[in-house]
């Protein structure tokens, strides 16, 4: 790592801490030739194919957009969302992939999303199986029913 103020390649680390449940690593280091201290931070990257191929970071803030359009005229306060978007990473990272398809994010958002909410959950659905029919939607709305009562 090179030191941000002399740009020399050694340094040493000087202590290292789990943030973020363990999944960043913060590093304080000292550089050998001039002796100042920095910080590092290390992350492990997830990474999301998109249908096109195109390969990019995952990110929650994506995730809680496209829940917040689906929530939109609900009653889902942010902090659910926010609570939402970080079960779907931790559901994502615990398959132990570094890339992921971006099909899969989508269904990683289904469960939790049809838990907050039913109504949200069918217009998410509906965007991402492509609905074309009103029979699309019935039987989506039967399959929630059932699922109601087997939880019963």
Known sequence: MRCPFCRNADSRVVDSREVDE???IRRRRSC??????????????LA???RSGVTE???RDKVVNGVRRACQGRPVDEDALQQLAHRVEESI???G??????HEVGLAILGPLR?????AY???ASVYRSFSSVEDFEKEIADLRDAQRTDD
């Not at 201290?37 to 290390?42: D, K, P």
């Not at 992939?97 to 971006?102: F, K």
């Not at 838990?115 to 109504?119: G, K, N, S, Y």
Request: charge should be negative; hydrophobic fraction near 35%; proline fraction near 5%.
């Open 22 to 24: 363990g999944q960043v």
């Open 32 to 45: 050998s030739s001039c002796g100042r201290r920095f910080t590092t931070v290390e992350e492990a990257v």
């Open 48 to 50: 999301v194919v998109k």
């Open 57 to 59: 970071p995952f990110s």
């Open 93 to 95: 990272r615990s398959g």
């Open 97 to 102: 992939n570094a890339e992921i398809p971006s």
């Open 115 to 119: 838990e907050l909410d039913e109504v």
């Open 122 to 124: 069918l217009r998410f």
